[in-house]
C-alpha cells in the first residue's frame, strides 16, 4: 500500500500537515470495533449538552397555572361546554373547575380563559391517582369529528361578544387547520410529531407569524408514538425517540406556545420560564413499584441483565451509568417509520435549524439519526404500552416477542394493570377492528424488532422482569 501525506488548508490559510498514514491506522482500528455485527453499524454515543438551570417549584407551578398560551376558550363556554373537571392537581381558584389538562389564565382583555397544557399528553389517572410525566396512555386522536362539532358550537358562542371572538380566535384557528391533519389509526397513540410539523409549516421560521396557507410541504403522514416519561429527560443527552432534539431542552419544551404564538416578543417571554419548567420536568423521579418484590429473584435479573442489557440501558442505583446511544435500525429492527420520517422530513428540519428556536447560545437544533435512544428504563414498570410507538402491551412481550399480539385492545374506559407481566390487561383480535384495536400491521404501528429477550430462558426472563420492577 502507498501512503501520502496531503495537506490541508483552513479557512485563515494556515497549512496543516497530516500523514495518511495516522488516518488509515484510525480507520482500521475502528473499524476492528465494528466486527460484532453489520460493518459500520453499532450504537453511537450522543455527547452531553449544556442546559438552562431554574427553580423546580416555579417550573411547576408555571406548567400548571402559567399562560404558556395566550388564547384560549372562554371561561363560562368551557364550563358549560364541558362540565367541571376533577381537581386532581388540588389547585385553587378557577383551575380548581377544570382538569389537569387545562389552565385558567387572564388575557390582555382581562378576560378568565381555558388553554390546553402539556398535561393532556403527558399525564394519566393511573388507578385512581394522578401521576405527572407519565404519557396519557388512553388518548384518543382517532375522531377530530367530535372535536369537531364542539368547534361548531364555540362558533356560535363567540358571536355574543367581540371580547370572547378575540380570545379564542388564534386558538380555534390553529385547531380548524390542524385537527383535520393529525388523526390516528388507533386509540392510545399520539400524533404531537406531525401536530409540530404542521404548525411549522404555517409559521414563519424567523418571526414565528402565521400563514393560513402552509408554507412548507407535509410530510407523508401521521406516525404514532407514545410520549416517554418526563422523570427519564434527566438522564437524557437528546430529546425524543429518534435522539434527533440536541442542544436547549428548553426550546423543545416550549414548542405548545406554537400553537398560538403571536410573535418573537411574546416567544421569549413563555421561553423565560422554561428553564424553570425543564429545572421541574428534571427532578421528576418515577413511582415505586407499589407491590412487594421477590429481592433473591430479582438479583438473578440484575446479573441476567447486567449481561444481556446494560451495555445499551445502563446500570442503576446509586453508582448506575447510562450510556446514552442511538441504536441504529439495522440493529434494534423496530418500526422505523419515525426515524425514517424525521430523516426525510428535510423542509421541517430545514425549518427548524434556522428558526427562532435555533438562536442563540448552544442553540437547539435537529440532528436526525438512524435509530432510536435505548432510553433509561427507571419506572418502565408504569409505562407501558411498550416500544416507541406504544404497540407492545406487556414488557413480558418486549422480552419474548412470540408473544406480542398482531390485533390487541384494551378496556380504555376502566383500565387494568397487569402487575405480573407489567402492561395492560388485554385480549386479542383474530382480525383489525375499527379504533380501539391496535392494528400492528399498519405502517408505523409495527411491533417487531428488539429481539434481545428471545434467548433468555423462561427462568431468566421472569428474573429479569422481577429486576424491572425494582428500578
Ligand atoms: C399533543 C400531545 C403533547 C403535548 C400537548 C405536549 N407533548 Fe411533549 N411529547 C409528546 C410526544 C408524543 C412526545 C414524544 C415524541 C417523540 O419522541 O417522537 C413528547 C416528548 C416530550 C418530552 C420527552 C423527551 C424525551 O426524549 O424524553 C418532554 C420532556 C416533553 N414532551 C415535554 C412537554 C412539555 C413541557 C409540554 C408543554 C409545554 C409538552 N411536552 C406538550 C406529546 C405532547
Ligand atoms: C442493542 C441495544 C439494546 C439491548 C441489548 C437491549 N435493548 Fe431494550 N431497547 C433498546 C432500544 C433502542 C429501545 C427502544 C426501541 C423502540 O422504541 O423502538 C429499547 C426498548 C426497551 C424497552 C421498552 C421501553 C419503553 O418504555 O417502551 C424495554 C422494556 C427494554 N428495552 C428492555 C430491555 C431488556 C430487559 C434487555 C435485555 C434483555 C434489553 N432491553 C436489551 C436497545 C436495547
Redesign the pocket.
Known amino acids: 500500500m502507498y501512503f501520502s501525506k496531503f495537506e490541508v488548508q483552513d479557512k485563515c490559510g494556515r497549512m496543516y500537515k497530516t500523514t495518511f498514514l495516522l488516518s488509515a491506522f484510525i480507520l482500521v482500528v475502528s473499524l476492528a470495533a465494528f466486527n460484532t455485527g453489520d460493518p459500520g453499524e453499532k450504537?453511537v454515543f450522543i455527547p452531553a449538552s449544556e442546559q438552562r438551570q431554574g427553580d423546580a417549584e416555579q417550573g411547576y407551578r408555571y406548567l400548571t397555572t402559567g399562560d404558556f398560551l395566550k388564547s384560549g376558550f372562554p371561561y363560562d363556554f368551557f364550563v358549560f361546554a364541558n362540565g367541571k373537571g376533577k381537581n386532581y392537581l388540588g389547585r385553587e381558584g378557577k383551575n380548581a373547575n377544570v382538569d389537569q389538562g387545562f389552565n385558567v389564565v387572564t388575557n390582555t382583555d382581562s378576560m378568565d380563559v381555558v388553554i390546553p397544557t402539556c398535561l393532556q399528553c403527558h399525564s394519566q389517572v393511573f388507578e385512581g391517582k394522578l401521576i405527572v410525566g407519565l404519557s396519557n396512555a388512553g388518548i384518543d386522536f382517532t375522531d377530530m369529528e367530535k372535536r369537531a362539532k364542539k368547534l361548531a358550537l364555540l362558533k356560535q358562542w363567540q358571536l355574543t361578544s367581540p371580547a370572547k371572538y378575540r380570545a379564542v380566535k388564534s386558538l380555534l384557528n390553529t385547531m380548524n387547520t390542524v385537527d383535520p391533519l393529525i388523526e390516528t389509526e388507533v386509540q392510545g397513540v399520539n400524533s404531537a410529531d406531525r401536530l409540530a410539523a404542521v404548525l411549522a409549516a404555517h409559521r414563519d421560521p424567523v418571526t414565528l407569524k402565521w400563514s393560513d396557507t402552509a408554507m412548507l410541504e407535509l410530510p407523508a403522514g401521521v406516525v404514532p408514538t407514545?410520549a416517554?416519561?418526563w422523570w427519564l429527560l434527566k438522564k437524557k443527552n437528546a430529546m425524543f425517540?429518534n435522539g434527533f432534539g440536541r442542544g436547549d431542552f428548553s426550546k423543545f419544551l416550549m414548542m405548545s406556545n406554537m400553537l398560538t404564538v403571536t410573535d418573537t416578543i411574546e416567544a421569549r417571554e413563555v421561553y423565560s420560564h422554561f428553564g424553570d419548567v425543564l429545572a421541574y420536568i428534571r427532578s421528576l423521579n418515577p413511582p415505586p413499584y407499589p407491590y412487594p418484590v421477590n429481592k433473591e429473584l430479582a438479583e438473578q435479573g440484575r446479573a441476567?441483565?447486567n449481561q444481556?442489557?446494560k451495555?445499551?440501558?445502563g446500570t442503576y442505583g446509586s453508582d448506575g451509568a447510562y450510556p446514552n446511544?442511538?441504536?441504529p435500525g439495522s440493529?434494534?429492527k423496530?418500526?422505523s417509520l419515525?426515524y425514517q420520517a424525521n430523516q426525510q422530513a428535510k423542509p421541517f428540519l430545514d425549518w427548524f435549524n434556522k428558526s427562532w428556536y435555533a438562536q442563540g447560545p448552544n442553540a437547539a437544533a435537529l440532528v436526525p439519526g438512524n435509530?432510536?435512544?435505548?432510553?433509561p428504563?427507571d419506572g418502565?414498570w408504569i409505562?407501558a404500552?411498550?416500544?416507541?410507538?406504544?404497540s407492545?402491551p406487556t414488557?413480558e412481550a418486549?422480552?419474548n416477542s412470540k408473544l406480542r399480539p398482531t390485533y390487541w385492545t384494551r378496556d380504555f374506559d376502566k383500565p387494568e394493570y397487569d402487575y405480573e407481566h407489567l402492561g395492560w390487561k388485554y385480549e386479542t383480535r383474530t382480525q383489525p377492528e375499527g379504533r380501539k384495536v391496535y392494528n400492528t400491521t399498519l405502517p408505523g404501528y409495527g411491533n417487531y424488532?428488539?429481539y434481545?429477550?428471545d434467548k433468555?430462558s423462561d427462568a431468566e426472563r421472569k428474573a429479569?422482569i422481577e429486576y424491572?420492577k425494582t428500578l
Open positions: 450504537p407514545d416517554p416519561a425517540y441476567v441483565f444481556t442489557c451495555g445499551c440501558h446511544l442511538l441504536v440493529i434494534i423496530t418500526d419515525l435509530g432510536y435512544v435505548a432510553p428504563l418502565v409505562t404500552p411498550y416500544l416507541h410507538n406504544g407492545v414488557i418486549v422480552l424488532g428488539h434481545f429477550g433468555l429479569v424491572l
